[in-house]
């Protein structure tokens, strides 16, 4: 059984860099069945998908979100991390981590049913 953990802080102000890590317990991040990905959802809205890390260490972004994110990874902690620059009210939003197979990759309006595992999520909520 695969869980992941986000941890992060809950407050961001405007125009600052957010870090979120998740930790990942049963399983590697290093494995080439899933891709370790970051989804948000902010306050009466559906799901957005940010990003992903896949065991190779590729990365994907979400174009719509401006070249802001920049995923990475640490293998000796099974942790990968998502940095959201320049952040502005617009991006408070429960962010969670999840893992999926290829076909979860960019998807425009993800569902839940379609990632494996998902961490529980945690309020991020930028100040103005």
């Known amino acids: 059984q695969v869980q992941l953990q986000e941890s992060g802080p809950s407050l961001v102000k405007h125009s600052q860099t957010l870090s979120l890590t998740c930790t990942v317990f049963?399983?590697?991040?290093?494995?080439?069945?899933?891709?370790w990905t970051w989804i948000r959802q902010p306050p009466g809205k559906g799901l957005e998908w940010m990003g992903a890390?896949?065991?190779?260490?590729?990365?994907?972004?979400n174009p719509s979100l401006k070249s802001r994110t920049s995923i990475s990874r640490d293998t000796s902690k099974n942790q990968f991390t998502l940095q959201l620059s320049s952040v502005t009210p617009e991006d408070t939003a429960v962010s969670s981590c999840a893992c999926?197979?290829?076909?979860?990759?960019?998807?425009?309006?993800?569902?839940?049913?379609?990632?494996?595992?998902w961490g529980q999520g945690t309020q991020v909520t930028v100040s103005s």
């Open positions: 890390i896949a065991g190779s260490g590729s990365t994907y972004d």
């Open positions: 049963g399983g590697s991040i290093t494995t080439d069945y899933y891709f």
């Open positions: 999926g197979e290829a076909n979860t990759l960019a998807l425009p309006t993800p569902t839940r049913d379609l990632y494996d595992y």
